[in-house]
C-alpha cells in the first residue's frame, strides 16, 4: 500500500500554448488543492488529517507525484469527478485568465490524491506522462 498523488495537465495546442512556468503554477495549485481539499480551519489553523494513513505517509515521508495530461476540459472534469466519486481528494483548476487566455477563465488542471496508488491508478493510469 503506497501513497501517490497524480496532477494532470490540460496540454494546450501550439496556437493556445502555456508558458512552462505557468504550466508549472498550475500544477502546483492543483497539488496543494487536492491536499488542502481534505483541510479544515479551526481556531485559525489549518487542520490536516493526519490520522488518514495515505496522508500520513505522504507528507512524513517520500513524495511521490506523477504529472499526466489529457488534451480537453471534458477530460479533465471527469478525472475530477471519478476521483471524488471514489473518495479521493482531488482539486480542479481554473486559471482566472489574467496573465494568459485573454482574459477567459480557462481549466487547466487536476490534482488528485494524496491516496491509495492503486485506487488512483485506476482513474488515472491510462494516462501519458507529461
Same mark, same amino acid.
Given at each position: 500500500?503506497?501513497?501517490?498523488? =497524480?496532477?494532470?495537465?490540460?496540454?494546450?495546442?501550439?496556437?493556445?500554448?502555456?508558458?512552462?512556468?505557468?504550466?508549472?503554477?498550475?500544477?502546483?495549485?492543483?497539488? &496543494?488543492?487536492?491536499? %488542502?481539499? %481534505?483541510?479544515?480551519?479551526? +481556531?485559525?489553523? &489549518?487542520?490536516?488529517? %493526519?490520522?488518514?494513513?495515505?496522508?500520513?505517509?505522504?507528507?512524513?515521508?517520500?513524495?511521490?507525484? =506523477?504529472?499526466?495530461?489529457?488534451?480537453? +476540459?471534458?477530460? &479533465? =472534469?471527469?478525472?475530477?469527478?471519478?476521483?471524488?466519486?471514489?473518495?479521493?481528494?482531488?482539486?480542479?483548476?481554473? +486559471?482566472?485568465?489574467?496573465?494568459?487566455?485573454?482574459? =477567459?477563465?480557462?481549466?487547466?488542471?487536476?490534482?488528485?490524491?494524496?491516496?491509495?496508488?492503486?485506487?488512483?491508478?485506476?482513474?488515472?493510469?491510462?494516462?501519458? &506522462?507529461?
Amino acid at each position: 500500500m503506497g501513497s501517490k498523488q =497524480v496532477i494532470v495537465m490540460k496540454k494546450f495546442p501550439k496556437a493556445r500554448n502555456m508558458r512552462t512556468g505557468k504550466y508549472i503554477a498550475q500544477g502546483a495549485h492543483a497539488s &496543494l488543492g487536492a491536499l %488542502l481539499s %481534505l483541510s479544515s480551519i479551526e +481556531d485559525d489553523k &489549518l487542520i490536516i488529517p %493526519l490520522n488518514n494513513p495515505f496522508i500520513w505517509e505522504w507528507i512524513t515521508g517520500r513524495f511521490t507525484k =506523477v504529472t499526466c495530461y489529457v488534451e480537453t +476540459d471534458e477530460d &479533465l =472534469v471527469f478525472i475530477h469527478n471519478s476521483a471524488k466519486l471514489a473518495g479521493i481528494p482531488s482539486s480542479l483548476i481554473t +486559471d482566472a485568465g489574467l496573465t494568459e487566455f485573454a482574459g =477567459v477563465p480557462t481549466l487547466t488542471a487536476v490534482g488528485v490524491g494524496p491516496d491509495n496508488e492503486e485506487l488512483i491508478n485506476k482513474i488515472t493510469g491510462h494516462l501519458p &506522462l507529461f
